[in-house]
């Protein structure tokens, strides 16, 4: 099993920035691809961002030069850095990584953004 341990999240106002962090463990088996997912009340998960072991990243159109996702293989640990954020950016923060085939996900972090 692998376990992920989100931080980060809260409430900015609309322009301002956030980082979240997320630090897989457990049985890891060589981690493929990180990233993170987002749910607004109402609305089904959608991608935000998500980065390969290689470094090749993929970003939803809606953040796309507002975000920026890094990861330290070395720490199995993926960041998303959040800046010039939207009231639309609110929503929870689920971080999903690929270890040995298999998806799994953190708890979630909620993000608000005040307008």
């Known amino acids: 099993q692998v376990q992920l341990m989100e931080s980060g999240g809260g409430l900015v106002q609309a322009g301002g920035s956030l980082g979240l962090s997320c630090a897989a463990s457990?049985?890891?088996?060589?981690?493929?691809?990180m990233g993170w997912y987002r749910q607004a009340p109402g609305k089904q998960r959608e991608l935000v961002a998500r980065?390969?072991?290689?470094?090749?990243?993929t970003y939803a159109d809606s953040v796309k030069v507002r975000f920026t996702i890094s990861r330290d293989n070395a720490k199995n640990t993926v960041y998303l850095q959040m800046n010039s954020l939207k009231p639309e950016d609110t929503a929870v923060y689920y971080c999903?990584?690929?270890?040995?085939?298999?998806?799994?996900w953190g708890q979630g972090t909620q993000v608000t953004v005040s307008s």
């Open positions: 457990g049985s890891i088996n060589s981690i493929n691809v």
């Open positions: 999903n990584v690929l270890s040995g085939g298999r998806p799994y």
């Open positions: 980065i390969t072991s290689s470094g090749s990243t």
